[in-house]
């Protein structure tokens, strides 16, 4: 019977730290590739002095990524908001296969055959092809990966 109760006393104690494990956010992978690897820092999209978004980028399967993942405390106190994701060459100037979605929780970006050339994960508001700052949209960039 004490075996019986130590073994209760200690599933109890162990269920918070399971709970707190399985409640972490893991990223998905993108369409058509199992397996990707983040590559430099996690930029964060501020939008109205709140955290909206971490934006990453990765590479895995010939290509890189940008990820998008909305906050949940961003998603808890508005109803609607449109996101962009995309990878960025040359300086962030020129903008490869951007994929925007309304409501999207994960946004990955579409592969960008970028491998050999420095690149940034860009991620923003709106739906437009690219950020259009004067028009409200805000835009944020991971730090160069060559």
Not at 26 to 45: E, F, M, R
Not at 73 to 96: E, F, K, L, M, P
Not at 98 to 107: A, G, I, Q, R, W
Request: with cysteine; glycine share 10%; aromatic share 8%.
């Amino acid at each position: 019977m004490r075996t019986f109760a130590k073994l209760a006393a200690a599933a109890v104690l162990a269920a918070p730290l399971l709970l707190a494990v399985s409640g972490t956010a893991n990223a998905s992978t993108p369409s058509g590739c199992s397996s990707v690897t983040q590559i430099g820092s996690t930029a964060y999209l501020n939008v109205g002095g709140q955290t909206m978004a971490s934006v990453k980028q990765y590479k895995g399967c010939g290509k890189n990524y940008s990820y998008l993942y909305v906050w949940e405390g961003y998603r808890s106190s508005h109803s609607s908001w449109d996101v962009c994701a995309a990878i960025v060459t040359n300086g962030g100037h020129d903008v490869q296969d951007p994929m925007c979605d309304h409501n999207s929780v994960e946004l990955w970006s579409s592969g960008a055959a970028t491998l050999s050339q420095c690149t940034q994960a860009l991620g923003w508001t709106g739906l437009g092809p690219i950020p259009y700052i004067a028009d409200g949209d805000v835009a944020v960039k991971t730090d160069v990966r060559c």
